[in-house]
C-alpha cells in the first residue's frame, strides 16, 4: 500500500530544462531520506541526489552536481527533481526512492517508484 508515483518525464532537447515530481502515498516523506536514481539501458542503476529528512541536507552525483536540485514540499507530501542544462547522457529511467538509511547506495531505500523515463536528444 506504500507507493511513490514519478511524474514529468518526457523527450526534452540538449540543454533543455525538466522537472520530475515523485508523490508518496502510505508514507511520510518527512520521516524519510528521498533519493533519485537513474538507469540507462545497459547500464547499473546509478544515485543521482537525495534530500535528508529535515530537508537541510542535499547530496549529489558529480555528474549532476550544480545542474540538478532536489526539493521536497511536505505539505504536499511531494518531491522534485529540477533538471537543467540537459545533456543526451541524462537520459535514463529516473526513480524516485524512500528509506530510513538513504545514502548513495539502493539498499538504503526501501519503497521505490515505478520510474519516468527522461530522453534527451542533440
Known amino acids: 500500500q506504500v507507493q511513490l508515483v514519478e511524474s514529468g518525464g518526457r ?3 540538449s540543454g533543455d530544462s525538466l522537472r520530475l515530481s ?3 502515498f502510505g508514507i511520510t516523506f518527512n520521516f524519510y531520506t528521498v533519493a533519485w536514481f537513474r538507469q540507462a539501458p545497459g547500464k547499473g542503476r546509478e544515485f543521482v541526489g537525495s534530500i535528508d529528512r529535515s530537508g537541510r ?3 549529489y552525483a558529480d555528474s549532476v552536481k550544480d545542474r540538478f536540485t532536489i526539493s521536497g514540499d511536505y505539505d504536499k507530501n511531494t518531491n522534485d527533481l529540477l533538471m537543467n542544462s540537459l545533456k543526451p547522457e541524462d537520459a535514463a529511467v529516473y526513480y524516485c526512492a524512500a528509506g530510513h538509511v538513504g ?3 539502493i ?3 526501501q ?3 515505478q520510474g519516468t523515463q527522461v ?3 542533440s
Open 107 to 109: 539498499g538504503g531505500y
Open 22 to 24: 515523485c508523490a508518496a
Open 103 to 105: 545514502g548513495q547506495m
Open 111 to 113: 519503497f521505490w517508484g
Open 57 to 59: 541536507y542535499t547530496s
Open 11 to 13: 523527450s526534452v532537447r
Open 119 to 121: 530522453t534527451v536528444s
